[in-house]
């Protein structure tokens, strides 16, 4: 079965310091992630995805099968980046999410 | 494109009553996921249906849950005889056939149990 673990449920640091939430996870297949991002009283919205290896709002995210991870990273935290961060499974035709964590910026 | 679109957005029920929660895709989207919410936790699966199909219902509770897709109209989530424990976001997501990866979620519906 597959799980996605996000080990921080609030984290809190302030602006211009670098950013990591973690990410775990356990899936027998070849995994494809994703990281989600809810802004106060919006929607669920896609940040990245592994496969793309993008750089979204100066976020980026590395798959390690060796350790299992996929961290999302930004070197300079801003403000607005304050949000609930979701990291997600795709397999057996279904994303599987983390509990989230709730990232806070302080000015 | 109007997106994915849930109403309602909010639904108070009282406990034993019927809660009805509808999903309409976007549009060229065959496939709605349905994933619930619950307080201080993250988007837990339920279901997964295609037009008159259910996939995937490993997520559903044994009993009051129940989803729909019909050949016309929105998904329906339906919640028979509510409890305070069903106080939760309910949130759909619709994806193009083979694209299941790249799902896009609506607002989601936010029901309160009294």
């Known amino acids: 079965a597959q799980r996605v673990t996000q080990p921080e449920k609030l984290l809190s640091v302030f602006k211009g310091a670098p950013v990591e939430l973690k990410c775990n996870y356990s899936y027998s297949g070849s995994p494809e992630l994703f990281w989600y991002v809810q802004y106060s009283r919006q929607r669920l919205q896609l940040l990245l995805r592994h496969i793309s290896r993008e750089s979204i709002k100066g976020f980026t995210a590395d798959l390690n099968k060796g350790e299992t991870s996929f961290h999302l990273k930004k070197p300079f935290a801003q403000e607005e980046d304050s949000a609930m961060y979701y990291c997600?499974?795709?397999?057996?035709?279904?994303?599987?999410f983390g509990q989230g964590t709730r990232l806070t910026i302080n000015p | 494109n109007a997106g994915v679109m849930q109403n309602p957005r909010h639904l108070v029920r009282r406990r034993g009553q019927e809660a009805r929660l509808r999903c309409s895709p976007m549009k060229g989207h065959s496939h709605v996921y349905w994933y619930r919410q619950l307080p201080e936790e993250g988007l837990k699966f339920m279901v997964y249906l295609q037009k008159e199909n259910i996939i995937d219902e490993s997520g559903m509770p044994k009993e009051r849950f129940s989803a729909e897709f019909p050949k016309e109209g929105p998904s329906i989530l339906r919640i028979q005889q509510v409890v305070r424990g069903d106080s939760a976001a309910y949130f759909c997501?619709?994806?193009?056939?083979?694209?299941?990866?790249?799902?896009?979620f609506g607002s989601g519906t936010r029901l309160t149990v009294v």
């Open positions: 997600a499974l795709w397999g057996a035709q279904k994303l599987v």
């Open positions: 997501a619709s994806s193009p056939p083979g694209q299941g990866a790249l799902m896009t």
